[in-house]
């Protein structure tokens, strides 16, 4: 163990069981550690690096804000953050953004939005919110009480009160509680990210959009992971063709820097009233002109890239030798391996190159702007490590 990971181990809260290599520096998708050892990076520090590590024109845009202001209170209007709400809002159209710092955050504040909502246009008992099983929205008391498994709930009660959960692509279960409970809104992701790495089916996201009309309930979205480009669109449920009331992003929309936006339709867009909701560091403008940088370059030719990526991924890993099934959207990928997940990922690491795991599935989440080579590389890696007989 080196010095820097002694002190990691004996001064930083272990919350995290961290691999044994210390990254130091990177370029595009190449991370190196603190051995000169290479890395070719599948995991863009879990869809946050969008164009990967020390992008040139991305420092460009962060530093030139660095240099004129990098922070101010939300008492004053500054420039980065309105621009980038607008570009947001014409990207998706949405009407208004509340900025905060991180993806638990951009959900907590679209669960406050839904109930002071449903209190306002359906009364005050209709305070439940339907999230689904296997669903992950974040690590605070309201956004664990989201989050369908049981396993992050035990340890931490009481939760927030007020969170149902229904089985993805069961329709009749959702109807169900929406029609025995008092409902504010339906949150859910439309690619389940650390559940497995599942989508959404298009028609169940379009049936949930009907069920939530019906009942008056609001639609949020959970775009924390699948969004910003990651599935080959700008966001997730654009595939489906689903209005979301609400949009929550954070992860990969900075491009490496720590902002979370919660994007508000018509009907929601004026529930927030000065005062209601707040964030020191919210609309940040060096995390503003990191995302701006990354919009910008997230356009149709863009995203028509990481289409033929995700393309590239499925055909090089479907049927291979050890690959049991491929699932996901776009570059957002789960592998079923008929080996154990987390050897899988320590033999990759071993071999030079970086894998994620979510529940038993490997989980491959690259910089969207990898090149084809060093992605065929990566993946060439795990496919010989998922084809290994074990010992
Ligand atoms: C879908 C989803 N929502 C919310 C979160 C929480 O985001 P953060 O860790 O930035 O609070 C995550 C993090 O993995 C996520 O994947």
């Known amino acids: 163990m080196t010095q820097t990971q002694q002190w990691d181990e004996s001064y930083i809260a272990h919350t995290y069981s961290r691999f044994p290599i210390t990254l130091v520096e990177g370029k595009g998708s190449i991370l190196k550690d603190d051995q000169g050892n290479r890395y070719i990076d599948l995991g863009s520090g879990i869809a946050v690096n969008t164009f990967g590590a020390a992008d040139s024109q991305w420092i460009e845009a962060v530093c030139q804000q660095m240099q004129k202001l990098s922070h101010t209170s939300n008492l004053y209007y500054t420039q980065p953050a309105p621009q980038l709400a607008k570009m947001l809002c014409e990207r998706t159209g949405m009407k208004k953004v509340f900025f905060s710092n991180s993806g638990a955050e951009a959900n907590e504040c679209a669960i406050k939005a839904a109930r002071k909502y449903a209190a306002q246009t359906l009364g005050k008992e209709y305070t439940n919110i339907i999230t689904l099983a296997g669903s992950f929205h974040g690590r605070t008391i309201t956004t664990l009480a989201a989050t369908g498994q049981e396993v992050f709930h035990s340890q931490f009660q009481p939760l927030t009160p007020g969170f149902l959960y229904a089985e993805p692509e069961d329709i009749a279960q959702m109807e169900q509680l929406l029609e025995e409970n008092p409902c504010a809104a339906i949150l859910l992701e439309p690619v389940q990210g650390e559940g497995g790495v599942k989508a959404l089916d298009f028609a169940y996201l379009q049936q949930v959009e009907q069920l939530a009309k019906k009942h008056g309930a609001l639609l949020i979205v959970d775009e924390v992971q699948c969004g910003n480009g990651r ?24 491009g490496g820097l720590p ?40 356009d149709e030719t863009f995203l028509q890239q990481v289409e033929e990526k995700s393309k590239l991924i499925a055909e090089m890993l479907t049927g291979a030798r050890g690959i049991l099934s491929v699932s996901g959207l776009g570059m957002m990928v789960g592998v079923e391996t008929q080996r154990d997940a987390s050897k899988i990922v320590e033999e990759c690491m071993q071999k030079g190159v970086l894998v994620l795991k979510a529940k038993n599935k490997i989980r491959l989440l690259p910089p969207l702007s990898i090149s084809i080579r060093h992605l065929v590389q990566g993946l060439q890696v795990l496919k010989t490590v998922c084809a290994k007989q074990e010992d």
């Open 259 to 298: 902002l979370g936006a919660t994007l508000f339709d018509e009907k929601t867009a004026n529930v927030y009233q000065p005062g209601d909701h707040g964030s020191t560091f919210g609309g940040n403008p060096i995390c503003c002109a990191g995302a701006i940088n990354v919009l910008q370059r997230l």
């Open 231 to 254: 599935t080959g669109k700008l966001y997730g449920y654009m595939h489906s063709g689903i209005h979301p009331n609400i949009i929550t992003t954070a992860k990969g929309l900075a």
